[in-house]
């Protein structure tokens, strides 16, 4: 099984946090392998939403629908796959560390099926690194908005 934990400090508004990281439609700016975003579903968000996401990852291009399971705004969103290659949950956490400051927590867990159960390990591994570099690219898209707004005011 892939079982990927990773989190990031924000300098950021717990609302703004997490309101931007679950609208689907801000995946492809954070996440280094994700292409391009879908809905099958109507928005906003919400229980049982259906996105489509289309991603690289180890060189191959990856087509998934995930469906959302769990929504607590603010808190926690839940997504597993509908179908795809890899049977995949991808689990988003937040909480206020201080005025302005949120802790990200972003998992990633799955059983890989037939010939990729092999690379594991591996997976993982890349996983990781992946889901650091997106947690990085989120900090800076944010911290980069929270400063423009501070210095407007």
């Known amino acids: 099984m892939v079982d990927v934990l990773t989190e990031i400090k924000i300098r950021s508004s717990l609302n703004k946090v997490s ?5 689907p439609d801000h995946a492809p700016k954070w996440y280094v392998n994700i292409k391009s975003v879908e809905w099958k579903t109507p928005k906003p ?3 049982g939403s259906q996105i489509a996401f289309k991603a690289n990852f180890l060189g191959r291009t990856l087509a ?13 969103l839940v997504m597993r796959t509908a179908n795809g290659p890899f049977p995949m949950e991808t689990i988003y956490t937040w909480e206020v560390i201080e005025d302005n400051l949120t802790r990200m927590t972003l998992r ?18 890349m996983m990781k690194r ?8 989120i900090k800076d898209i944010l911290e980069k908005e929270s400063l423009e707004e501070s210095e407007q005011n």
């Open 19 to 23: 309101e931007y990281a679950a609208n």
């Open 45 to 47: 968000l919400k229980l």
């Open 64 to 76: 998934y629908v995930y469906e959302v399971v769990e929504f607590v705004p603010g808190k926690k």
């Open 108 to 125: 990633n867990k799955g059983n890989p099926t037939g010939f990729s159960r092999f690379f594991t390990p591996f997976m993982s591994q």
């Open 130 to 137: 992946a889901n650091n570099k997106d947690l990085k690219k």
